[in-house]
């Protein structure tokens, strides 16, 4: 059962040069998972292995975000994004995730996450706009959340002219 965790405002940081990776299966179970994981998170390899990949999940983050995760990945895609993470004592660290389908024998048997540093701006950017998400999941409720939540995220690409792939990759290769 995931542990109940009180958040803090404490961010951990971790190197520009690192990569945090880990391995689910089908359900998103870890079934790998890297010592700059465990030390950013800070779970041993045990307390990971076999376990949901939400053991990681920060309440600030939107349904809808990771809605479009699963849909994107569940389709043969990559999932280009930033997370927002939660560790072990209740402090954030926030990625940029890059989440791919490994296939066999082309099937989809699992997938993998990379993910390293956010850039400060980007969150700046993001931070935003999934705490408005949140708060539109919050007023349509649970069964209307995502859908809510995805739609008014549609609009601002529109607006902008852009999918949410192309924001998030700009936002990280923008000058700091
Ligand atoms: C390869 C992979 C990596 C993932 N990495 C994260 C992650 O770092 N943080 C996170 O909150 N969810 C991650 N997820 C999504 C979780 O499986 C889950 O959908 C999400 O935490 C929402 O959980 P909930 O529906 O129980 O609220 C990942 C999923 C996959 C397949």
Same mark, same amino acid.
């Given at each position: 059962?995931?542990?109940?965790?009180?958040?803090?405002?404490?961010e951990?940081?971790?190197?520009?040069?690192?990569?945090?990776?880990s391995k689910?299966?089908?359900?998103?179970?870890?079934?790998?998972?890297?010592?700059?994981?465990?030390? *950013?998170?800070?779970?041993?390899?045990?307390?990971? %292995?076999?376990? $949901?990949?939400?053991?990681?999940?920060?309440?600030d983050?939107?349904r809808?975000?990771?809605?479009?995760?699963? +849909?994107? *990945? $569940?389709?043969?895609?990559?999932?280009?994004?930033?997370?927002?993470?939660?560790?072990?004592?209740?402090?954030?660290?926030?990625?940029?995730?890059?989440?791919?389908? +490994?296939?066999?024998?082309?099937?989809?048997?699992?997938?993998?996450?990379?993910?390293? $540093?956010a850039?400060?701006?980007a969150?700046?950017? *993001? &931070?935003? %706009?999934?705490?408005e998400?949140?708060? *539109?999941?919050?007023?349509?409720?649970p069964?209307? &959340?995502?859908? &809510?939540?995805l &739609?008014?995220?549609?609009? $601002?690409?529109?607006?902008?002219?852009?999918?949410?792939?192309? %924001?998030?990759? +700009?936002?990280?290769?923008?000058?700091?």
């Amino acid at each position: 059962m995931k542990p109940q965790i009180v958040p803090t405002q404490c961010e951990v940081g971790f190197a520009a040069d690192e990569f945090i990776v880990s391995k689910t299966d089908l359900k998103g179970r870890i079934t790998y998972a890297n010592r700059v994981f465990m030390r *950013i998170a800070d779970y041993s390899e045990d307390q990971l %292995l076999g376990v $949901q990949h939400n053991i990681v999940r920060h309440p600030d983050m939107p349904r809808g975000a990771f809605k479009h995760l699963w +849909d994107t *990945i $569940q389709t043969g895609r990559e999932w280009f994004g930033f997370v927002k993470n939660m560790t072990s004592r209740g402090d954030f660290y926030w990625v940029f995730a890059n989440v791919t389908p +490994d296939f066999q024998d082309g099937q989809i048997v699992g997938y993998y996450s990379v993910r390293r $540093q956010a850039p400060r701006k980007a969150v700046e950017f *993001i &931070a935003p %706009l999934y705490a408005e998400m949140l708060r *539109i999941e919050r007023e349509a409720g649970p069964s209307r &959340a995502c859908e &809510a939540s995805l &739609a008014w995220l549609d609009e $601002q690409l529109t607006v902008r002219q852009t999918t949410y792939e192309r %924001l998030v990759l +700009d936002l990280f290769h923008q000058p700091a």
